[in-house]
């Protein structure tokens, strides 16, 4: 059995502040581990995922995760956030061919 | 490409009324899933198909539910009888194989209303 344990329901951050959205996840076997944004009314996109290699992965707008075996955790970041980043924040993993998901963090942005 | 495309965007209802919400895949992708999502309970996986066939549908709710791929641009979920629990956005999305790897592309959603 897999899971993924989202602990903040909301994070607020004043703009060009740094933000981090914590993710725990748990398996009994190896996992990829996967970040999705739902922006306001829209469906799930990617943001980024682990799969292999280098333990940092890294978004075209400026997020990155890392992935911490020991840990079991995959906390995503970004130095400096803007207005456009207000969206809900889906962790998800993936162990076997079913992804799951945990229950979103909503970020939102402070002018 | 168009992406992941639902109809109808928008659904209300009447409880009892039967409800069919429908799912065109990204070409050339053989996998397809559906997702409801609510407040309460969050993101929770139905059913997925592998090449048209259903492979797990242990998340579909009840009896009530039911899906289909009848071929590989083109499924159905339906509800029958519908309730007012049932309320919630479904999404269907899709990926090129059915391998845990594999990113999901999400459509934009079916937002049903059951009074």
């Known amino acids: 059995a897999q899971s993924v344990t989202q602990l903040d329901s909301q994070v607020p951050v004043f703009e060009e502040a740094p933000v981090e959205l914590r993710c725990n996840y748990s398996?009994?076997?190896?996992?990829?581990l996967f970040w999705y944004v739902q922006y306001p009314n829209q469906g799930l996109q990617l943001l980024l995922k682990y799969l292999s290699g280098s333990t940092l992965v890294e978004s075209i707008n400026g997020f990155e995760a890392e992935f911490n075996k020991s840990q079991t955790s995959f906390h995503l970041r970004k130095p400096s956030v803007h207005i456009s980043d207000t969206a809900e924040y889906f962790c998800a993993v993936s162990g076997n061919e079913k992804l799951t998901f945990g229950t979103g963090t909503r970020l939102t942005i402070i002018p | 490409d168009a992406g992941v495309i639902q109809s109808p965007r928008h659904e209300v209802t009447e409880m009892g009324q039967e409800v069919t919400l429908r799912c065109k895949p990204i070409s050339g992708h053989n996998s397809l899933f559906w997702y409801r999502q609510t407040m309460m309970r969050g993101l929770e996986l139905l059913i997925y198909f592998n090449n048209n066939v259903p492979i797990d549908d242990s998340g579909m709710p009840e009896d009530r539910f039911s899906a289909k791929m009848p071929n590989a641009s083109f499924s159905t979920l339906k509800i029958q009888p519908s309730e007012p629990r049932d309320s919630a956005v479904y999404f269907c999305?899709?990926?090129?194989?059915?391998?845990?790897?594999?990113?999901?592309?999400f459509g934009p959603g079916t937002r049903l209303l059951v009074l």
């Open positions: 398996s009994s076997v190896s996992v990829y």
């Open positions: 999305a899709s990926s090129r194989q059915g391998q845990a790897r594999e990113t999901q592309y």
